[in-house]
């Protein structure tokens, strides 16, 4: 892993968190501008965990012959409202899982949590705040707002990303051929993104669009 000590960012993002113009990532993900350097998530969320779900074996006839790659499915979270997901392939496995947390960081998204239930104290963070919905390949993925000390109800892997993003307290329900991890990880992810879009500021998509050059 690298430390940011030697890091030259490239980026506008970049400068402006090495500079301390921007000090969260809240700040950084409001700004509009693109994330395009993991180091900015190494600096900005330094407690962030990583977590291997899936490594698998991917053949392809070339006219040289059998090509062996391998496909890394990864989750990065701090536990406290940041999650990022990505897939990498490589040659190697290290270099699939290096490349797959690398980019997984770059796709960081902010959970929009909450209390799970009207009985719960307002304020807690403990759950989402509505009810939230992904696909990937035949998966959806619901994630349900639960009160407190239900905990997470469901499939392995979606209560491994929900742990990785901060959420305590869920029912989960998923369809589909849930047994492709890959699928089931980014009907999960999805979900949480979707959810966390809904209550982007208008202001920050604007921002965004026009930082994007405006499409």
């Known amino acids: 892993m690298s430390h940011n000590d030697g ?7 970049g400068k402006k968190v090495q500079e301390g113009e921007i000090t969260s990532m809240e700040e950084a993900l409001q700004s509009g501008l693109p994330l395009k350097e993991h180091e900015i998530v190494d600096q900005l ?8 779900l899936d490594i698998n074996m991917v053949q392809r006839m070339t006219d040289s ?7 890394c499915v990864c989750v990065v979270g ?11 392939r490589d040659d190697q496995v290290g270099g699939a ?16 949590r909450g209390s799970g239930s009207w009985e719960d104290q307002a304020g807690g963070l403990n759950s989402l705040t509505r009810k939230a919905e992904g696909k990937a390949g035949s998966v959806t ?6 009160p407190q000390g239900l905990g997470l109800a469901g499939a392995e892997t979606v209560r491994n990303i929900l742990e990785l ?9 998923s369809d589909g051929n849930t047994r492709t991890t890959v699928n089931l990880a980014k009907a999960t992810f999805n979900a949480l993104e979707n959810a966390s879009q809904a209550r982007t500021p208008d202001r920050a998509k ?6 994007e050059g405006g499409h």
């Open 7 to 13: 890091w030259e960012p490239v980026t506008r993002l």
């Open 45 to 52: 969320l330094p407690g962030m965990e990583d977590e291997v």
């Open 65 to 71: 012959g059998r090509r062996v790659k391998f496909r």
């Open 78 to 88: 701090n536990r406290d409202g940041y999650l990022g997901y990505a897939e990498g």
């Open 97 to 112: 899982i290096q490349k797959a947390i690398e980019v997984a960081k770059l796709n960081v998204i902010s959970v929009d």
């Open 141 to 146: 993925v619901d994630v349900i707002p639960a």
């Open 165 to 173: 993003a901060g959420v305590q307290d869920a029912w989960t329900r």
């Open 206 to 211: 604007r921002v965004q669009r026009e930082a």
